[in-house]
Each structure stands twice: as structure tokens, then as C-alpha cells.
T-cell receptor, first 110, second 115 residues
Framework: RKEVEQDPGPFNVPEGATVAFNCTYS??????FFWYRQDCRKEPKLLMS???SGNEDGRFTAQLNRASQYISLLIRDSKLSDSATYLC???????????FGQGTRLTINP | GAVVSQHPSWVICKSGTSVKIECRSL??????MFWYRQFPKQSLMLMAT?????????EQGVEKDKFLINHASLTLSTLTVTSAHPEDSSFYIC???????????FGSGTRLTVV
């Protein structure tokens, strides 16, 4: 079983729609959680960290359920520029390395 | 903000040759450097972790004699793909961890094509 699992998609949604991604992780010792965004042939870039209480950054909302080992990302009022691959990333307590999910590919259509 | 400069951006080489990829932290000291590989439509897979002045720690299945990592200073880490073969063609990305905080900064990646 992969340590971080995501639905690879692709998701194709119209501009302005709300879209949600899910992610599950297998290591209960995971401590830090992130969503990264990766554009084609580019490096991943941090979109937002995910906190236990849930957090919001503009049109983006991230939630964490430690009991279910489940992370989500919600994008409201999607823009064409939101088209990218979204990577769920976890970091385990005491370890330095980041573990990446496969990524979910999102395309926003005009 | 913290920047990691990675070179080259892309390289095409002949099978059997070696290729060196450099990652340089420009405005901070990178105590730890991570090297990832990403095949098309797949996630980033960690290859190895290096700390300045010590030997790199390789992930299971990654040949340390084929992928040579050097982290001789707090601002420079290199990955050398030795005797490259077509199956080594991939996107290689470095990521540096800063001394302070939990921030990770990624290089812009190197697309390696072995022909």
C-alpha cells in the first residue's frame, strides 16, 4: 500500500465550479501535512499547509481528519489558472523527508 | 525568499555517459538536501537524503554507486548519474531544508533524456 494515496483523476471541471480532492495516508505517525501544486514540467510549489483545525486561504480550504487519516482540499470558484496537478504531501514525526502522493490532475475548462 | 538554483534545466546525453546535476542554495544554508526523481504521470520519489559533510542516505532500491551525491558545503549539493541508460531518463528535482523552521525549497528540476 502506498504511504500517501490520491485519486489521480483527471478532473475536468468548468470555470467557476467547486472541486474537492481527497488524500489518505497510512502512517499514523505522520505529523505535518501539505498540499503542493505542480505545473507541467515544473517543480512543486507549496500551496498550503494543513492544520488539524482546518484552514482556509482565499478560495482554498484544507481539512485534516487524523482519526481517519484523511486530508482534503476544496477549491471554490475555480479559475483557469488553477489547472495543475495537486500533490498531497506528509511528513512523519522525527523524519525530515516529505512523502508525496501521486497527485491529482485538475483541468479547468472555460 | 529562499531560492534553490538547479542546473541544468534539461540535458540530453548518450547512453553510457555521466551527467552531473547541481543544486545551490542562494540565500540560505541548506543543512539537508533531498533528491527526487519523477517519471511521467507519477509522483516524486525520494532517491536520497544528504547532509552537509556526511554520506548520503539512499532509499531502498536506489543504487548508490550509480547515483553519486556530494554535499560538500552548506550551499551546494550535486547528483551525478553515472553510466546513464535510457531508463534513467526522468525529471530530477532537489529540495533543500533550511536550518531554521520547517521550510522546504525546491529546485526547478532537471529533465534528463538519455539516448
Amino acid at each position: 500500500r502506498k504511504e500517501v494515496e490520491q485519486d489521480p483523476g483527471p478532473f475536468n471541471v468548468p470555470e467557476g465550479a467547486t472541486v474537492a480532492f481527497n488524500c489518505t495516508y497510512s502512517n499514523s505517525a505522520s505529523q505535518s501535512f501539505f498540499w503542493y501544486r505542480q505545473d507541467c514540467r515544473k517543480e512543486p510549489k507549496l500551496l498550503m499547509s494543513v492544520y488539524s483545525s482546518g484552514n482556509e486561504d482565499g478560495r482554498f480550504t484544507a481539512q485534516l481528519n487524523r482519526a481517519s487519516q484523511y486530508i482534503s482540499l476544496l477549491i471554490r470558484d475555480s479559475k483557469l489558472s488553477d489547472s495543475a496537478t495537486y500533490l498531497c504531501v506528509v511528513n512523519t514525526r522525527g523524519a525530515q523527508k516529505l512523502v508525496f502522493g501521486q497527485g491529482t490532475r485538475l483541468t479547468i475548462n472555460p | 525568499g529562499a531560492v534553490v538554483s538547479q542546473h541544468p534545466s534539461w540535458v540530453i546525453c548518450k547512453s553510457g555517459t555521466s551527467v552531473k546535476i547541481e543544486c545551490r542554495s542562494l540565500d540560505f544554508q541548506a543543512t539537508t538536501m533531498f533528491w527526487y526523481r519523477q517519471f511521467p504521470k507519477q509522483s516524486l520519489m525520494l532517491m536520497a537524503t544528504s547532509n552537509e559533510g556526511s554520506k548520503a542516505t539512499y532509499e531502498q532500491g536506489v543504487e548508490k554507486d550509480k547515483f553519486l551525491i556530494n554535499h560538500a558545503s552548506l550551499t551546494l549539493s550535486t547528483l551525478t548519474v553515472t553510466s546513464a541508460h535510457p531508463e534513467d531518463s526522468s525529471f530530477y528535482i532537489c529540495s533543500a531544508r533550511r536550518e531554521t523552521g520547517d521550510g522546504y525549497t525546491f529546485g526547478s528540476g532537471t529533465r534528463l533524456t538519455v539516448v
